[in-house]
């Protein structure tokens, strides 16, 4: 079967694997990002039984493809991708969204049971992270009435950070998650009068939130290590007791630096293990704020 998997980040590349596992033949990968158009991918690193490299097409691409099947490999992408794919004509059957399915939905159903058993708690909710709002929207449906501070540099990850990103052995292209807008985001909300934008580089736009402020739910999906512990470092302490910080890719293969982050800031808090749970998802873990007297 000739597959495609569409997103070229690193899920869409550790999906790959799978691909070679089930003896199936990987034609390319597609990707939303013309940037990344005509850029080759070499997935030796990744694979166990086979490798090369591998093209990155353009959506307008699939047209001049004889493919089966193309596989959806973003978990950001999950609603919008085979959106476009139908609106481009191509068949529902065509199109495979089961390798992410159950990350999307098992993480979609922590924030809403999460929210139906606290939400009327005190607290607001934030997100360090959010790209184009598809974690974030559904955490603005779930907490209609809480301030949403939606923290991001809206143009893709610093340059600083990923410098310590690939000493840690991780690489990631300085454009990557660049192809968002806030307004694309607002648009997004379905009770955008709750949000508070708030662009730029982090930790310093956290000035921007008030020092009194506290948080019942927060949700960091900054990927690397240095956002994600500045993350850790900076909402923990206003969490309210009981309040939850959800850490995305915490398991993940492909942004090793999470794991080492949310560890070492566990250490320095002496945190138990038992503060930190997995929500389900094979990717995200979660932390709970719990009085140190317990």
Not at 105 to 134: H, M, T
Not at 228 to 247: N, S, T, W
Not at 270 to 291: F, N, R, T, V, Y
Request: net charge negative; aromatic share 12%; charged share 20%.
């Amino acid at each position: 079967m000739n597959i495609l998997i569409f997103g070229a980040g690193n899920c869409g590349r550790l999906l790959a694997e799978n691909v070679f596992k089930q003896k199936h033949h990987l034609l390319g990968f597609v990707d939303n990002d013309l940037a990344k158009r005509g850029q080759r991918i070499a997935l030796d690193f990744f694979l166990t039984g086979g490798g090369g490299e591998f093209p990155i097409f353009a959506p307008d691409d699939l047209k001049k493809i004889n493919f089966d099947e193309i596989i959806i490999g973003t978990f950001t992408g999950f609603y919008e991708i085979p959106e476009q794919l139908v609106q481009m004509g191509i068949p529902q059957e065509k199109i495979n969204t089961s390798f992410v399915q159950q990350s999307v939905l098992a993480r979609e159903a922590f924030v809403e049971d999460f929210a139906q058993e606290f939400g009327k708690d005190e607290g607001s909710i934030a997100e360090l992270g959010v790209y184009r709002a598809d974690f974030a929207r559904k955490m603005n449906a779930v907490f209609p009435n809480k301030t949403f501070y939606l923290l991001d540099t809206f143009e893709g990850f610093s340059p600083n950070d990923l410098n310590q990103n690939e000493a840690m052995g991780n690489a990631v292209g300085a454009k990557h998650f660049a192809n968002t807008s806030v307004d694309l985001v607002l648009n997004k909300m379905p009770f955008p009068q709750s949000c508070r934008i708030i662009k730029g580089y982090f930790p310093q736009t956290a000035r921007q939130i008030d020092e009194n402020e506290r948080f019942l739910f927060v949700n960091l999906d900054a990927d690397l290590y240095a956002p994600i512990l500045a993350g850790l470092e900076f909402f923990y302490p206003k969490m309210v007791e009981g309040g939850v910080i959800l850490i995305h890719e915490y398991f993940s293969k492909g942004y090793l630096g999470v794991q080492q982050a949310v560890n070492e800031f566990m250490q320095q808090y002496h945190l138990q293990a038992w503060h930190k749970m997995p929500i389900g998802d094979h990717l995200s873990i979660a932390i709970c704020k719990i009085p140190r007297s317990t």
